[in-house]
């Protein structure tokens, strides 16, 4: 009926076949041009994402560091790290419970380490770097020695096991030549 219905259909297979090509071109332009730069695929997000809420530990510590930090803290304490981060219940996974909220605060034991690190750096940075040739900083374990309350020393009952070595006394050390 209408004049130009008859050649609709050529020049839709002729529209076609050109987006064909176009689309074959573009298809295998990009391949080409990426050839090099494939094996340069996008590196995999970082296993720890760099923290947000750092207040007493260097600022510029990688996620990786931060977790390496938390993990000696865990042996040195003997704890896990649900004892110092609280678990978000906005968090909801299909397979297990609540991820922690690890930049959150609510954990009152979180702020006490805080202050412990805190402590504990201006221990050795004041006081043990003084001790003439040490290399022995002191750590969360000099204290806690792996329990989240430090043990209380007691000292050995008269009669008790000798001590087990008794430092020479000053005649007894070696002299210098
Ligand atoms: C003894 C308490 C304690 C334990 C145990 C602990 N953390 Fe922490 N964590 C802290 C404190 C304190 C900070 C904040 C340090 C700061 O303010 O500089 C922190 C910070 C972090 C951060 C950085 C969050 C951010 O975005 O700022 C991550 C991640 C983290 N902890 C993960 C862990 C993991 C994982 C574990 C267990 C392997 C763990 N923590 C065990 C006390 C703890
Ligand atoms: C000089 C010794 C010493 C060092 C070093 C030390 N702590 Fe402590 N810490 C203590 C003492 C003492 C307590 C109080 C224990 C109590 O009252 O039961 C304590 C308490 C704590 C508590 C609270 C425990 C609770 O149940 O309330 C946390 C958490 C803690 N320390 C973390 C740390 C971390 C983390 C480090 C290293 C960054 C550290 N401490 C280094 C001596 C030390």
């Known amino acids: 009926m209408k004049p130009s219905s008859k050649s609709r259909p050529t020049a839709f297979v002729t529209l076609l076949s050109a987006a064909l090509v176009v689309v074959a071109t573009a298809a295998q332009a990009p391949q080409n041009a990426q050839r090099p730069a494939a094996a340069a695929t996008p590196p995999p997000p970082p296993a720890y994402p760099a923290p947000t809420n750092l207040k007493v530990l260097p600022k510029n510590l990688t996620g990786q560091q931060v977790h390496d930090i938390m993990k000696q803290w865990n042996g040195e304490l003997g704890v896990r790290c649900g004892a ?53 900083p002191v750590t969360c374990s000099t204290c806690h020695r792996g329990n989240i309350g430090p043990e209380p020393f007691t000292i050995q009952p ?20």
């Open 84 to 136: 110092c981060h609280a678990e978000d219940p906005g968090i909801v996974t299909t397979d297990g419970p609540a991820r922690p909220a690890l930049a959150e605060d609510s954990k009152a034991l979180k702020e006490i380490a805080r202050l412990m690190y805190t402590m504990t750096e201006q221990i050795n940075t004041n006081y043990i770097v003084r001790v003439a040739g040490s290399s022995m």
């Open 158 to 177: 008269a009669g008790g096991p000798p001590p087990v070595q008794a430092p020479p006394s000053l005649e007894e050390r070696p002299q210098p030549q």
